[in-house]
């Protein structure tokens, strides 16, 4: 595979007008991160600016050397490494968006490169595990460079990339990166009880990963059942949870499966219902204005006594993307179900993540008029139709102890 990617860098190379390169890559663990580091390579010695549109959910960026002076990171999702962040970017839109963006041609494609699963009897590459923005930045650009991974599972929903539309590479066989779920503290436990008693059944229900989400699976299971799922992703727990007949037999979608290779293994056999779709599909607005009851439920570094919510920012570091959250929580605000923020009330430092004010450079993610309920592990402070000053009283409620009498204040003097 090495000399064929080099041929296949090289025309990349020769075909740019202008000594500069954008590339697009899917979403970890559909990053090809040895073709990615051969790229680097080799546009370095041929003094093409390099312009890598990624999201390493992983955080290592191990494609990208400790010093370079010729690239340009513009990340699309995940953390980055601090000693990356001379050279880094950000796209500021909502997933959906960024598929738009793509979809419309507002930001150059040159190349999408991806590892992909062998094709399938009729050609077809599947994306994996995370299909998110992918066909729209592939459908953009100039040049499709698939590298096949016999490890990558095929999935149910989107069919992937046809090969006769791509430069097709050979690679090797290695198993997929995973993102292994962590156990639910116990203030992450009470939180997920919290929520569950907050979800009517029969409703549909999007949510993320981590601890929080993890714990309100496990609350639901034996205690709801007819529930539907139509999610930016699907949490390890999720499993149990469809096997218990808490969710009904309608498809199950997402845009992307972030967990381990038993997930991957779950999610492929098409009798458990799984979807992977792009996302301009599972957050599209005509397709989440039409589910009926509707629950968000999300997660964020902080909220102020506003109800604006920060979920990219902390300590004053970018930490996150926007995601999904602002697509989903403003349908479920408009539905007859509920936008949830669930969160810690502190971090692991003692700090309070309920706060007076956002501090910058700490952005609204999602804007205090989409936000109904915000739940930490000392209560649900519901916030729909209620006053400014009532909505700061019930967000100090399920502060943490500690912080009360310093947020009361705050208030009182703003």
């Keep these: 595979m090495f000399n064929a990617a080099r041929r296949a860098i090289g025309d990349l190379i020769d075909e740019s007008p202008d000594d500069e390169l954008h590339v697009v890559c899917p979403m970890f663990p559909g990053q090809p991160d040895d073709f990615l580091a051969l790229l680097v390579e080799e546009t370095g010695k041929s003094r093409t600016r390099l312009v890598l549109y990624c999201a390493d959910l992983s955080g290592r960026y191990e ?6 002076t010729h690239v340009s990171l513009v990340t699309i999702g995940g953390r980055v490494p601090r000693r990356l962040a001379p050279i880094t970017d950000h796209l500021t839109a909502t997933l959906a968006e960024v598929a738009r963006t793509f979809g419309r041609g507002e930001r150059r494609v040159d190349a999408f490169v991806a590892l992909v699963a062998p094709p399938d009897d009729d050609g077809f590459c599947s994306l994996g ?6 066909p729209a930045a592939a ?13 990558m599972p095929r999935f149910s929903g989107h069919r992937g990339l046809h090969q006769d539309s791509c430069t097709v590479l050979e690679g090797p066989a290695r198993p997929l990166g995973v993102l292994p779920p962590r156990p ?6 009470r939180i997920g009880k919290s929520v569950a008693g907050l979800i009517s059944d029969g409703a549909v229900l999007q949510l993320g ?11 639901l299971i034996g ?12 949490p390890e727990a999720a499993m149990a949870a469809f096997d218990a007949g808490v969710f009904d037999d309608s498809p199950r979608r997402t845009t992307s499966l972030l967990g381990t290779a038993e997930l991957y293994a779950y999610a492929a056999r098409p009798e458990n219902g799984i979807e992977i779709l792009p996302v301009t599909e599972t957050h599209a607005p005509e397709v989440l204005a039409g589910l009926g009851t509707f629950f968000a439920v999300n997660s964020c570094f902080e909220v102020d006594l506003f109800g604006q919510v920060n979920a990219e920012f902390a300590a004053g570091e970018r930490r996150a ?14 539905s007859a179900g509920a936008n949830i923020m669930a969160l810690r009330s502190v971090d692991g430092s003692g700090v309070s993540r309920i706060v007076a004010q956002l501090p910058a450079p700490h952005v609204v993610t999602t804007n205090r008029s989409d936000l109904d309920a915000v739940v930490t592990e000392f209560g649900v402070a519901w916030l729909r139709g ?23 204040t705050a208030w009182r003097n703003s």
């Design 129 to 134: 595990p995370v299909v998110s923005y992918s």
């Design 209 to 219: 990963i981590g601890g929080i989400p993890e714990s309100l699976i496990g609350n």
């Design 63 to 68: 494609f990208l050397p400790e010093r370079t």
């Design 223 to 234: 205690q709801h059942s007819g529930l539907r799922l139509h999610s930016g992703a699907i």
């Design 139 to 151: 459908a953009s650009a100039r040049r499709r460079i698939i590298i096949t991974n016999p490890e």
């Design 321 to 334: 993307s926007a995601g999904g959250q602002a697509d989903f929580g403003h349908w479920a605000h408009l």
């Design 184 to 189: 639910p503290s116990e203030a992450e436990l």
């Design 386 to 408: 209620r006053t400014a000053g009532e909505r700061a009283e019930a967000l100090v409620d399920v502060a943490h102890p500690d912080h009360r009498d310093e947020l009361r």
